[in-house]
């Protein structure tokens, strides 16, 4: 079956940990994505990649890296300099970054602060 | 920028009961508008889109929303509804003006459905 995959399910990070958040997809997908939601927030973007070993700043980067070096996995490191990392984090892909592309979403690691 | 209003945080109905979930976005030249649909402790799932033509689009699961350029809304609604639509709705849109390929999501409203 295509689709996203996300791993772990939960992560715990302790104070001045760096950790880092796996997403793989097997759709063949050019574009993906890094959500964060916290309740009553709605999601908002981190970072997105519309090509292999290309990615763009989404509303809310700082504390977060990327990289892209295939076209499946899109790893998210949540940093020390991230001060308040606890969320739901989502994974997307798309086709392509066009606005009419209907964005897949794996399903999510809830990272919680030791 | 786009913005997207969801002017309900919570909406709880009974079954078989009606019920709309409103979502209101900036006005734009051009845009195409989503929901999507969020079961408990799930990633996010498409439930309908609206990209041109017909202001009425509908999902296979009974839901539905009208395009309203006028008023820029796009509200979903479902004349009937189960237990099983229990869930969190986002409203999302995007647009063309600026290059903008991005999708900006409402807050959502949670939908809960009681026997």
């Known amino acids: 079956d295509g689709g996203i995959t996300q791993s772990p399910k939960y992560l715990f990070r302790k104070e001045g940990q760096n950790v880092t958040l796996s997403c793989e997809q097997n759709l063949n997908h050019d574009a993906m994505y890094w959500y964060r939601q916290d309740p009553g927030q709605g999601l908002r973007l981190i970072y997105y990649s519309q090509i292999v070993n290309d990615f763009q700043k989404g509303d809310i980067a700082e504390g977060y890296s990327v990289s892209r070096e295939k076209k499946e996995s899109f790893p998210l490191t949540v940093t020390s300099a991230q001060k308040n990392p606890t969320a739901f984090y989502l994974c997307?892909?798309?086709?392509?970054?066009?606005?009419?592309?209907?964005?897949?979403f794996g399903p999510g690691t809830r990272l919680l602060v030791l | 920028a786009q913005s997207v209003t969801q002017l309900d945080s919570q909406v709880p109905v009974f079954e078989e009961a009606p019920v709309e979930l409103r979502c209101n976005y900036s006005s734009s030249v051009s845009v195409y508008l989503f929901w999507y649909v969020q079961y408990p402790n799930q990633g996010l799932q498409l439930l309908l889109k609206?990209?041109?033509?017909?202001?009425l689009v509908e999902s296979i699961n009974g839901f539905e929303a009208e395009f309203n350029k006028s008023q820029t809304s796009f509200h979903l609604r479902k004349p009937s509804v189960h237990i099983s639509d229990t869930a969190e709705y986002f409203c999302?849109?995007?647009?063309?003006?600026?290059?903008?390929?991005?999708?900006?999501f409402g807050k959502g409203t949670k939908l809960t459905v009681n026997p």
């Open positions: 999302a849109v995007s647009d063309t003006v600026g290059g903008s390929e991005k999708l900006v």
């Open positions: 997307a892909s798309s086709k392509g970054l066009a606005g009419t592309e209907t964005q897949y």
């Open positions: 609206y990209l041109s033509g017909s202001t």
